[in-house]
């Protein structure tokens, strides 16, 4: 059976990035082939941020005083609007100049900026907590997607990580979409959702757990580091992340969310000796050749 990467990836991924809003194009057909996605658009070679926040839960950035880590007012500059226009044009100047003043303390007692963004169907506020510099903000989307470095591909598998315990804030939901966009059009980063281990999710679009199951996979492939990863592994990994996932939605919606497919993932996950040859033969022949990530 051919490969169903392109078409599968790009429908369960935009189920992601459409919950969000934005401007990115979707395929014109959802139905599953096993070749390339029908009619897909060339993806631009850098992506700009989306996402908006709230002053109780802002975007996360960093100012640095200034200095090279500074990423508040490019990700300001590079706001893409829901049409896919960038009405600052990445100028870091006009992102400075799109502050309107704060607006008192978030959540974690920063100070919030207030941002305004002219977009054609009307202002875009965009609320920014600058003062969350390391590893843990969200990603530079002037990044090179195709050339990620190690460090890039390292934050990007973290925020994955950090993403499954926290399935409904603002942050996390805007996380998956940036990192979404990412999986979905970088060339170095190489994924294949196989059919056999699909089935062992709901196919709910809210909690979305075949999206997270390729979020989860994009960050094991970066784990595993790479360019022909091992399918058993990389997979057991990927169903571990979306375990995490799952927990974390019963935490916070209780025993209405739950769900006896992932009941009995959970279950099997248990048995660390025998859960690697129960992911082998769900994967049957999928996965052997299309699984990894190309060196920085």
Same mark, same amino acid.
Do not use: W
């Given at each position: 059976?051919?490969?169903?990467?392109?078409?599968?990836?790009?429908?369960?991924?935009?189920?992601?990035?459409?919950?969000?809003?934005?401007?990115?194009?979707?395929?014109?057909?959802?139905a599953y082939h096993g070749g390339a996605?029908?009619?897909?658009?060339?993806?631009?070679?850098?992506?700009?941020?989306?996402?908006?926040?709230?002053?109780?839960?802002?975007?996360?950035?960093?100012?640095?005083?200034?200095?090279?880590?500074?990423?508040?007012?490019?990700?300001?500059?590079?706001?893409?609007?829901?049409?896919?226009?960038?009405?600052?044009?990445?100028?870091?100047?006009?992102?400075?100049?799109?502050?309107?003043?704060?607006?008192?303390?978030?959540?974690?007692?920063?100070?919030?900026?207030?941002?305004?963004?002219?977009?054609?169907?009307?202002?875009?506020?965009?609320?920014?907590?600058?003062?969350?510099?390391?590893?843990?903000?969200?990603?530079?989307?002037?990044?090179?997607?195709?050339?990620?470095?190690?460090?890039?591909?390292?934050?990007?598998?973290?925020?994955?990580?950090?993403?499954?315990?926290?399935?409904?804030?603002?942050?996390?939901?805007?996380?998956?979409?940036?990192?979404?966009?990412?999986?979905?059009?970088?060339?170095?980063?190489?994924?294949?959702?196989?059919?056999?281990?699909?089935?062992?999710?709901?196919?709910?679009?809210?909690?979305?757990? +075949?999206?997270?199951? !390729?979020?989860?996979?994009?960050?094991?492939?970066? /784990?595993? $580091?790479?360019? @022909?990863?091992? &399918?058993?592994?990389?997979?057991?990994?990927? +169903?571990?992340?979306? !375990?995490?996932?799952y927990s974390a939605v019963l935490a /916070?919606? $209780?025993?209405? @969310?739950?769900? &006896?497919?992932?009941?009995?993932?959970?279950?099997?996950?248990?048995?660390?000796?025998?859960?690697?040859?129960?992911?082998?033969?769900?994967?049957?022949?999928?996965?052997?050749?299309?699984?990894?990530?190309?060196?920085?």
């Open positions: 059976m051919p490969p169903m990467r392109r078409l599968t990836l790009g429908s369960s991924l935009l189920l992601l990035l459409n919950a969000c809003g934005g401007g990115t194009p979707t395929p014109h057909s959802s996605m029908d009619s897909e658009p060339a993806p631009p070679k850098t992506q700009a941020p989306l996402g908006r926040g709230s002053q109780d839960d802002p975007v996360q950035l960093c100012h640095m005083n200034g200095g090279p880590g500074r990423t508040d007012y490019s990700y300001v500059a590079n706001y893409l609007c829901q049409d896919g226009s960038k009405p600052l044009r990445g100028a870091e100047q006009a992102g400075a100049d799109a502050r309107v003043g704060n607006v008192g303390a978030g959540p974690d007692g920063h100070i919030v900026d207030l941002y305004r963004v002219p977009c054609p169907n009307g202002v875009v506020d965009l609320y920014v907590d600058a003062y969350h510099c390391g590893p843990h903000v969200d990603v530079n989307r002037g990044m090179d997607i195709d050339h990620l470095s190690a460090e890039e591909l390292a934050t990007l598998a973290d925020m994955v990580r950090g993403a499954h315990e926290d399935p409904s804030s603002v942050k996390a939901t805007q996380r998956r979409k940036a990192i979404a966009e990412v999986f979905l059009q970088s060339k170095q980063i190489h994924l294949e959702l196989c059919p056999g281990i699909a089935e062992l999710l709901p196919t709910t679009a809210d909690p979305n757990y +075949l999206g997270e199951l !390729l979020l989860s996979m994009g960050a094991s492939v970066i /784990e595993d $580091g790479r360019p @022909a990863a091992d &399918p058993v592994s990389v997979y057991v990994d990927t +169903l571990a992340g979306v !375990l995490v996932f /916070e919606a $209780g025993e209405s @969310a739950r769900e &006896p497919l992932l009941d009995s993932l959970l279950e099997k996950a248990k048995d660390r000796e025998g859960f690697p040859q129960f992911v082998r033969g769900a994967l049957g022949d999928c996965g052997n050749k299309s699984l990894g990530v190309d060196p920085p």
